[in-house]
Nanobody
Framework: QVQLVESGGGLVQPGGSLRLSCTASLRAFRSYAMAWFRRAPGREREFVAATSSSGSSVYSADSLKGRFTISRDNDKVSVYLQMNSLKPEDTAVYYC???????????????WGQGTQVTVSS
């Protein structure tokens, strides 16, 4: 049984920052690549960022580079998404996901959390 649980979402003003966390019950967490996706209202689920199993390699959507940063702490069995300079268009449900290797499609991932809502509004 695998469980991923996101936390840290909420309401933030434009220009603000938020840090999302995802904790995993995945026993072989150190062997899995982790990723963040998001689904905005009226849009398909979108790749945000991913990290290799060790955390040594990170990937992010081009439009988000410089604002969003993914990281992981294998000792804490957690992955994080630091979001800065938030914009209203960042409003979405954010999901963490796990797979044996990094991919850019949601079809590449085997395990998913329930998501956490991020709302950017003044």
């Amino acid at each position: 049984q695998v469980q991923l649980v996101e936390s840290g979402g909420g309401l933030v003003q434009p220009g603000g920052s938020l840090r999302l966390s995802c904790t995993a019950s995945l026993r072989a967490f150190r062997s899995y690549a982790m990723a963040w996706f998001r689904r905005a209202p009226g849009r398909e689920r979108e790749f945000v960022a991913a990290t290799s199993s060790s955390g040594s390699s990170v990937y992010s959507a081009d439009s988000l580079k410089g604002r969003f940063t993914i990281s992981r702490d294998n000792d804490k069995v957690s992955v994080y998404l630091q979001m800065n300079s938030l914009k209203p268009e960042d409003t979405a449900v954010y999901y963490c996901a796990a797979a044996l290797r990094v991919g850019y499609s949601d079809y590449d991932y085997n395990y998913w959390g329930q998501g956490t809502q991020v709302t950017v509004s003044s």
